[in-house]
């Protein structure tokens, strides 16, 4: 049977909400077979999931491209293109799995092992874009922080402690690579993130706002 016990990294945890134990307890392909809509609804979830975190960079590009044009549409590339990808090949991955769990549940004890390989090698992928998606997102927080520091939409201190947890979530993400697990190191980002949102929320999205808040003229570059 495939081994499903991984050891995943905090936003993985909150992501497999939806789905339960069906991609986490061993026999995995028997919780799929036995599960199909269940796993098929996480797939949706964690699409919308990333369709929506996308459109958050396009909406403040306008705000953001007035101090920088380059780190906004960087911000925009890695936390908003990329990282949509990677969740999109993470819905792939789950709704490949349905699929193959509707066919395991028709195949018989005697077929059963021809799906096994497949199993693996689907659940392999979606271990790997874990790293990656943390890698994408730690490349582009920085930029993100650079610009809101300018823009003076956050306090000095939030953007820095931005700067440091995006270092740990690209260590996290590079040593996960390596089979090595630190993802106790990825808990500063969300905090920082939450805190973050909730500061933004509060002081508004207006442009003529940032633009009495920066206190002088956009630059290039």
């Known amino acids: 049977m495939i081994d499903s016990d991984r050891s995943r990294p905090f936003h993985e945890h909150v992501r497999l909400i939806a789905t339960g134990h069906v991609l986490k307890d061993p026999g995995v392909l028997d919780n799929i077979?036995?599960?199909?809509?269940?796993?098929?609804?996480?797939?949706?979830?964690?699409?919308?999931?990333?369709?929506a975190l996308a459109?958050?960079?396009?909406?403040m590009f306008p705000i953001l491209?007035?101090?920088?044009e380059t780190l906004a549409l960087g911000y925009v590339?890695?936390?908003g293109a990329l990282g949509a990808v990677a969740h999109v090949l993470v819905a792939v991955c789950w709704l490949l799995l349905v699929a193959e769990g509707h066919e395991y549940a028709h195949a018989g004890a005697a077929a059963a092992s021809q799906f096994q390989g497949l199993g693996t090698v689907l659940l392999k992928a979606d271990?790997?874009?874990?790293?990656?998606?943390?890698?994408?997102?730690?490349?582009?927080?920085?930029?993100?922080?650079?610009?809101?520091?300018?823009?003076?939409?956050?306090?000095?201190?939030?953007?820095?402690?931005?700067?440091?947890?995006a270092v740990m979530c690209l260590a996290v993400g590079v040593l996960a690579m390596f089979d090595t697990s630190l993802e106790v190191l990825l808990l500063p980002m969300a905090v920082?993130?939450?805190?973050?949102?909730?500061?933004?929320?509060?002081?508004?999205?207006?442009?003529a706002s940032v633009a009495s808040l920066s206190g002088r003229q956009p630059v290039a570059g």
Do not use: C, K
């Open 33 to 51: 077979a036995a599960h199909q809509d269940q796993l098929a609804m996480g797939a949706l979830l964690v699409l919308v999931m990333g369709l």
């Open 55 to 59: 459109m958050v960079p396009l909406m």
């Open 65 to 68: 491209e007035r101090q920088s």
């Open 77 to 79: 590339g890695f936390r």
């Open 127 to 165: 271990d790997l874009i874990t790293p990656i998606l943390n890698i994408v997102f730690s490349l582009g927080a920085p930029m993100l922080y650079e610009l809101l520091h300018r823009t003076r939409l956050t306090p000095p201190w939030m953007s820095g402690w931005g700067f440091i947890a």
């Open 192 to 207: 920082q993130e939450m805190v973050m949102a909730v500061w933004l929320i509060a002081r508004g999205f207006d442009p």
